[in-house]
């Protein structure tokens, strides 16, 4: 089955320890991004990768790092997590990228609470 | 930059009854258009897309059309079932490699 997969689904953890997020997808897609979804505020794109090695930043990346080593991963790590991170975060691939973006393939989501 | 603006929410309906949800765009050339789904504790799901002007995008009965005189994308169904309480988003994909959202609009359908 296509899919992407997140882990952990939920996650508690107190301010200041390092935590990874893990994304993987089945299905050879080049671009993978990182979200956070907060009440309100819809969806915000924290990273993004075009490919392997290729990583750049969205529109909300202070206190997030990305690494893209694997084409079919793409993990999320918080080095120093903040109360104000708390948020539930998705990660999403696709086909192409901009104009030739064929729609993204979320996973099931990592709702991540800092005490 | 390239922005969404789809109606509030929440939008509550009687089954059967007929939805529209407002979603207009600003984007520099001609981005593609999306709308996404989701349900109670899951991740966004495509619902349909379109990816040109008058392209009509289509799927489980609902429907939007790309309009690029007025740049909207209106999401539409004729009736609506208890099972379609949700919240759906608007999305543009454009030059810059990424994928706007609209803030998203809840829809609840009662019985």
């Known amino acids: 089955e296509a899919q992407v997969t997140q882990n952990p689904r939920y996650l508690i953890t107190v301010t200041g320890k390092k935590l990874t997020v893990t994304c993987s997808q089945n299905m050879n897609h080049e671009y993978m991004s990182w979200y956070r979804q907060d009440p309100g505020l819809g969806l915000r794109q924290i990273y993004y990768?075009?490919?392997?090695?290729v990583t750049d930043k969205g529109d909300v990346p202070e206190g997030y790092k990305v690494s893209r080593k694997e084409k079919r991963n793409f993990p999320l790590i918080l080095e120093s997590p903040s109360p104000n991170q708390t948020s539930l975060y998705f990660c999403?691939?696709?086909w192409g990228q901009g104009r030739g973006n064929y729609g993204y393939t979320f996973g099931s989501g990592t709702r991540l609470t800092v005490v | 930059g390239n922005s969404v603006t789809q109606m509030e929410g929440p939008v509550t309906l009687s089954e059967e009854a007929f939805l529209t949800i407002n979603c207009t765009y600003t984007a520099t050339g001609y981005p593609s258009l999306f709308w996404y789904v989701q349900y109670p504790g899951e991740g966004l799901q495509l619902l349909l897309k379109?990816?040109?002007?008058?392209d009509k995008g289509s799927n489980k009965g609902f429907e939007a059309t790309y309009r690029k005189e007025t740049t909207s994308f209106h999401l539409e169904k004729g009736s609506v079932q208890v099972s379609d309480s949700a919240v759906y988003f608007c999305a543009l994909s454009g030059d810059n490699n990424d994928m706007r959202f609209g803030a998203g609009t809840r829809l609840t359908v009662k019985p």
């Open positions: 990768s075009m490919n392997v090695e």
């Open positions: 999403a691939s696709s």
């Open positions: 379109a990816t040109k002007a008058d």
